[in-house]
C-alpha cells in the first residue's frame, strides 16, 4: 500500500490509520508547498490534485475519509471500524464523516496518548 501525504495537510487522519494498522506501507512525500499534487504522475493518482491518496495494487483512491474507510475495511484484523451491524458503528460513521474542526480537535485531543497518533503527529508536522 502506497500512502501519497504533505506534511501539515489533510493527509494526517489517513497517516494515522496505517500507523494505527501496525502494517508495512510506503510513504510517498507529495510535498503540496512545491506543487508535487499538481505533477502528471501524480495526477494519475489523483486527479483532484489534492493529498491525501492511496493506492492498493489496483486499486486507487482519495478523501481522507474514504482512504480511512477503506483501509479499517482491508485490515479487519486491526479492528478499526465496528463491523456492520454492530451499534457503535453509527457513531463510526459520524465521526468518519464529520468535517468540523473543533469537534475534531475534541477528538484528538482524547488519542493523543496513542503511540500511532504520535508517530504520524511526528511526521505530519514535517
Ligand atoms: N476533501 C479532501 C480535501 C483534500 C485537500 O484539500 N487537500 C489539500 C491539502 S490539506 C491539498 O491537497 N491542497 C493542494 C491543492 O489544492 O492544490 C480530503 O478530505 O481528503
Redesign the pocket.
Known amino acids: 500500500m502506497k500512502l501519497y501525504w504533505?506534511p501539515r495537510?489533510?493527509s494526517f487522519s489517513a497517516l494515522w490509520l496505517m500507523e494505527e494498522t501496525g502494517k508495512p506501507y510506503e510513504r510517498v512525500l507529495t510535498d503540496?508547498s512545491t506543487s508535487a499534487?499538481?505533477t502528471p504522475e501524480y495526477l494519475a493518482i489523483n486527479p483532484m490534485?489534492?493529498?491525501?491518496a492511496l493506492s492498493d495494487g489496483e486499486a486507487t483512491l482519495?478523501?481522507?475519509?474514504a482512504i480511512c474507510a477503506y483501509v479499517a475495511e482491508r485490515y479487519p484484523e486491526a479492528k478499526l471500524a465496528p463491523p456492520p451491524g454492530d451499534p457503535l458503528r453509527a457513531k463510526y460513521l459520524y465521526w468518519l464523516f464529520l468535517p468540523s474542526r473543533p469537534s475534531f480537535d475534541r477528538y484528538i485531543d482524547r488519542c493523543a496518548a496513542r503511540p500511532a497518533f504520535q508517530r504520524a503527529s511526528a511526521l505530519a508536522a514535517g
Do not use: D, F, L, N
Open positions: 504533505s495537510s489533510r503540496i499534487q499538481k490534485g489534492k493529498v491525501p482519495a478523501e481522507a475519509a
